[in-house]
């Protein structure tokens, strides 16, 4: 069975710039959950998508926002983009809302000039 | 909110030796999750563990969640070169969604 997809794997964008990052769970899996990775840090959540409803977001501002399709797959939409921006996303998937572990995406390399 | 801190922020050991990482959290956990990230690659899933007291083993890999369900520790035995990367708990409790610690960075000299 193929693991998560992401997709791009790296994205160069500039200051004020608008990015879409896309995700593909594993077959089976109904929860899509995305994180933030600052070089040096461990993954910070951003949104939890279980069913297509939103079941969590983190302290991130207005600026980011995610949704998840009938088939599973999800966007996370960031705008104006900030220099601190710069980050890998990762997204993840399990099988059902809590208690599950999660299984990451290779992630998506940003990069704000 | 809900923070989880691990100890030793980096650890250098010579091959064969044991390591050991700690994880303790701010809060009560229902449950806290164990991931291996390799250099340049994305975070693995290790171990769950749910029950106060429980310990898991993996090989050389042993689990141990506290009884009182905030802490938490993985011991590697006899180290070899394959152990290299980065070790995060990931502590889920109350509202709160997966929390990440900030990771232990073992590198492991032949």
């Known amino acids: 069975d193929a693991g998560v997809t992401q997709s791009p794997t790296h994205l160069i964008k500039t200051r004020g710039q608008q990015v879409t990052l896309r995700c593909s769970p594993i077959s089976g899996h109904k929860s899509v959950s995305w994180y933030q990775q600052v070089l040096g840090q461990g993954p910070q959540f951003i949104f939890q998508?279980?069913?297509?409803?939103?079941?969590g977001r983190g302290n991130f501002p207005d600026r980011f926002s995610a949704r998840q399709f009938p088939n599973y797959s999800s966007e996370l939409n960031v705008n104006a983009l900030l220099l601190g921006d710069s980050a890998l996303y990762l997204c993840?998937?399990?099988?059902?809302?809590?208690?599950?572990?999660?299984?990451f995406g290779p992630g998506t390399r940003l990069t704000v000039l | 909110g809900q923070q989880v801190m691990q100890i030793p922020q980096y650890q250098h050991v010579q091959e064969g030796e044991d390591f050991t990482t700690y994880c303790n959290s701010s809060?009560?956990?229902?449950?806290i999750q164990w991931y291996k990230q390799r250099p340049g690659g994305h975070p693995v899933f290790l171990i769950q563990l749910v029950k106060s007291g429980e310990v898991k083993k993996q090989k050389r890999l042993t689990f141990q969640f506290g009884e009182a369900k905030k802490n938490s520790s993985l011991h590697i035995t006899a180290t070899q070169t394959t152990d290299v990367g980065t070790y995060f708990c990931a502590g889920e409790g109350g509202s709160e969604k997966l929390v990440f610690g900030k990771g232990t960075k073992l590198t492991v000299n032949p």
């Open positions: 809060t009560t956990l229902s449950n």
């Open positions: 993840a998937s399990s099988l059902r809302d809590g208690l599950t572990p999660l299984f």
């Open positions: 998508y279980y069913e297509k409803e939103e079941r």
